[in-house]
């Protein structure tokens, strides 16, 4: 069997095996080759689960060979990305100081998957507790980027991202608290969707589940739109050990896929009045918008009535510090040392939140989601670049000096061992875009829309009304029909 298969779309896959075309054991190995393959390089996995991939494959054969049903997935190979558990394996969160952590249960993910007859190929790298927008951890070098292995895949989801790319699974999961799906996904030239805060569940987890502020929500990463569909399909939807705020409803977000955006009304920016962006970027950006109009969609330049800008430190550091803050106090103390130092600044500066600031901060949350769904009342969707800059060198961190995007270098002691950084330091420059909308709890996408000059490629982001994730879909397969992307892949 060629590497050539595992680019096909995941739903050809599907009914390849079904017909008994190809194997599920064929094309698991296959894909555990390719993992051998890319891994040395690109650093995408921190466990690959081998025989636990093999016999669910075997398993899924032997279903076909009596004429049972499979499930949804019907033995297309996914990953899982290392936040979430998995039974029987390793989780590590990216951390030092979950030590040798075996999971003694399945996200609510993880069973769906199983479920439904997915192969789970392994765990893909993230940052430390997800908190960066690079893919960097003490536990394993760099994920590097398949499109230029100088460059970061982004994060947190930069590992699914990356496996993607390299044409490891057509289809992996991620999640996203501030543009991890999307940023990785634009990144690397691929297709990323979270959807409504709530829309896929976790399981609940204690008093925490509880909390607002939460702005973490798990969704799909492919090459093609239809792929991540069907996953976010398969992933979403109520369970009774969920978390409070999931959504009750079961919806299906396959169907009339191929509807269109004819007479929907888009919003469009390039800075959202305030951003900083590359210009290239924004070239590229402005280059889109034409296509839009051609699927028969209303644009229209957007302009807010308030300053973005404004709400980063209430959003960033009086929240979502605090959030660490109480989520992350056990691991810090394990063993601060063991901590990336910038998690460990967020943990310490969340400690020390005022009261009245959080309070604040939380009234500001609830009177910004009153004014971005009156923004949705008029538009259907919001256009935006979904990244102000191309992708970075792993010890370059973007910041804004005098209105101008800057690139400050950091050593490799800086990163790991000792700095003054706190999470949302560096993240500014990467998530402009992109963590308005999980303040807000919309759904959004990135949508792979061109490439700069040096050949790395650049993401559009469209954000959608709460519970409008078909629509999304729906728009981004239009736009996927008369602007596919997958032609142009990394040479890894």
Same mark, same amino acid.
Not at 12 to 24: A, D, G, N
């Given at each position: =069997?060629?590497?050539?298969?595992?680019?096909?779309?995941?739903?050809?896959?599907?009914?390849?095996?079904?017909? @008994?075309?190809?194997?599920?054991?064929?094309?698991?190995?296959l *894909?555990?080759?390719?993992?051998?393959? !890319?891994?040395?390089?690109?650093? /995408?996995?921190?466990?690959?689960?081998?025989?636990?991939?093999?016999?669910?494959?075997?398993?899924?054969?032997k279903?076909?060979? @009596? $004429?049972?049903?499979?499930?949804?997935?019907?033995?297309?190979? !996914?990953?899982?990305?290392?936040?979430?558990?998995?039974?029987?394996?390793?989780? !590590? @969160?990216?951390?030092?100081?979950?030590?040798?952590?075996?999971?003694?249960?399945?996200?609510?993910?993880?069973?769906?998957?199983?479920?439904?007859?997915?192969?789970?190929?392994?765990?893909?790298?993230?940052?430390?507790?997800?908190?960066?927008?690079?893919?960097e951890?003490?536990?394993?070098?760099?994920?590097?980027?398949?499109?230029?292995?100088?460059?970061?895949?982004?994060?947190?989801?930069?590992? +699914?991202?990356?496996?993607?790319? +390299?044409? %490891?699974?057509?289809v /992996?999961?991620?999640?996203?608290?501030?543009?991890?799906?999307?940023?990785? &996904?634009?990144?690397?030239?691929?297709?990323?969707?979270?959807?409504?805060?709530?829309?896929?569940?976790?399981?609940?987890? $204690?008093?925490?589940?509880?909390?607002? %502020?939460?702005?973490s929500?798990?969704?799909?990463?492919?090459?093609?739109?239809?792929?991540?569909?069907?996953?976010?399909d398969?992933?979403?939807?109520?369970?009774?050990? *969920?978390?409070? =705020?999931?959504?009750?409803?079961?919806?299906?977000?396959?169907k009339?896929?191929?509807a269109?955006?004819?007479?929907?009304?888009? +919003?469009?920016?390039?800075?959202?009045?305030?951003?900083?962006?590359?210009?290239?970027?924004?070239?590229?950006?402005?280059?889109?918008?034409?296509?839009?109009?051609?699927?028969?969609?209303?644009l229209?330049?957007?302009?807010?009535?308030?300053?973005?800008?404004?709400?980063?430190?209430?959003?960033?550091?009086?929240? =979502?510090?605090t959030?660490?803050?109480?989520?992350?106090?056990?691991?810090?103390?394990?063993?601060?040392k063991?901590?990336m #130092?910038?998690?460990?600044?967020?943990?310490?500066? $969340?400690?020390?939140v005022? +009261?009245?600031?959080?309070?604040?901060?939380?009234?500001q949350?609830?009177?910004?989601?009153?004014?971005?769904?009156?923004?949705?009342?008029?538009?259907?969707?919001?256009?935006?670049? !979904?990244?102000?800059?191309?992708?970075?060198?792993?010890?370059?961190?973007?910041?804004?000096?005098?209105?101008?995007?800057?690139i400050?270098?950091?050593?490799?002691?800086? =990163?790991?061992n000792?700095?003054?950084?706190?999470? *949302?330091?560096?993240?500014? %420059?990467? /998530?402009?875009?992109?963590?308005?909308?999980?303040?807000?709890?919309? #759904?959004?996408? *990135?949508?792979?829309?061109?490439?700069?000059?040096?050949?790395?490629?650049? $993401?559009?982001?469209?954000?959608?009304?709460?519970?409008?994730?078909?629509?999304?879909?729906? &728009?981004?397969?239009?736009?996927?029909?008369?602007?596919?992307?997958?032609?142009?892949?990394? @040479?890894?």
């Open positions: =069997m060629s590497n050539e298969l595992l680019y096909k779309p995941g739903i050809e896959l599907i009914k390849l095996i079904k017909k @008994k075309e190809i194997s599920p054991v064929e094309l698991t190995k *894909s555990l080759r390719r993992i051998e393959e !890319t891994e040395p390089k690109i650093n /995408a996995f921190f466990t690959v689960m081998h025989d636990q991939a093999i016999n669910k494959a075997k398993e899924i054969e279903k076909i060979l @009596k $004429g049972e049903q499979l499930g949804l997935l019907g033995g297309l190979p !996914t990953s899982i990305k290392d936040l979430e558990p998995v039974k029987d394996v390793q989780v !590590t @969160k990216g951390s030092l100081t979950t030590g040798k952590t075996i999971a003694d249960k399945d996200q609510i993910i993880v069973e769906r998957i199983k479920q439904q007859d997915g192969i789970i190929l392994g765990k893909t790298s993230c940052p430390e507790f997800g908190h960066s927008t690079s893919n951890s003490k536990i394993k070098d760099h994920c590097k980027n398949p499109w230029n292995l100088e460059v970061t895949s982004g994060g947190s989801s930069g590992g +699914a991202a990356a496996s993607v790319a +390299a044409g %490891v699974n057509t /992996a999961q991620g999640s996203d608290g501030g543009g991890s799906v999307r940023i990785p &996904a634009s990144f690397c030239g691929v297709f990323g969707l979270i959807g409504t805060q709530g829309r896929i569940p976790r399981k609940h987890a $204690g008093l925490m589940s509880w909390l607002p %502020v939460n702005y929500r798990i969704g799909p990463i492919s090459w093609f739109v239809e792929d991540s569909a069907l996953l976010f398969v992933m979403s939807g109520p369970h009774p050990e *969920s978390e409070p =705020m999931t959504i009750q409803e079961k919806e299906y977000f396959l009339d896929i191929e269109g955006i004819k007479n929907k009304k888009i +919003a469009w920016s390039n800075d959202f009045n305030t951003r900083v962006v590359d210009p290239e970027i924004k070239e590229i950006f402005n280059n889109n918008l034409k296509i839009f109009e051609n699927l028969g969609a209303e229209e330049e957007l302009k807010f009535d308030f300053d973005l800008n404004d709400l980063e430190q209430p959003f960033h550091k009086h929240l =979502m510090h959030f660490s803050y109480c989520v992350n106090e056990e691991f810090y103390n394990i063993d601060p063991k901590l #130092p910038h998690v460990k600044n967020t943990i310490e500066r $969340g400690s020390k005022m +009261a009245s600031d959080y309070a604040k901060a939380l009234a949350l609830m009177e910004y989601r009153s004014k971005m769904d009156k923004i949705f009342d008029k538009y259907d969707y919001i256009l935006s670049p !979904t990244v102000a800059i191309p992708p970075h060198k792993f010890n370059e961190r973007p910041i804004i000096n005098n209105g101008k995007i800057e400050l270098d950091i050593t490799n002691d800086q =990163m790991f000792d700095n003054n950084y706190d999470y *949302s330091s560096w993240i500014f %420059v990467l /998530a402009q875009f992109t963590a308005p909308f999980n303040w807000s709890g919309n #759904p959004a996408v *990135s949508l792979p829309c061109g490439f700069t000059k040096s050949g790395l490629p650049v $993401g559009l982001q469209l954000a959608g009304k709460k519970k409008s994730e078909l629509s999304l879909l729906q &728009a981004s397969k239009a736009f996927e029909n008369i602007n596919p992307w997958q032609q142009n892949r990394p @040479k890894i």
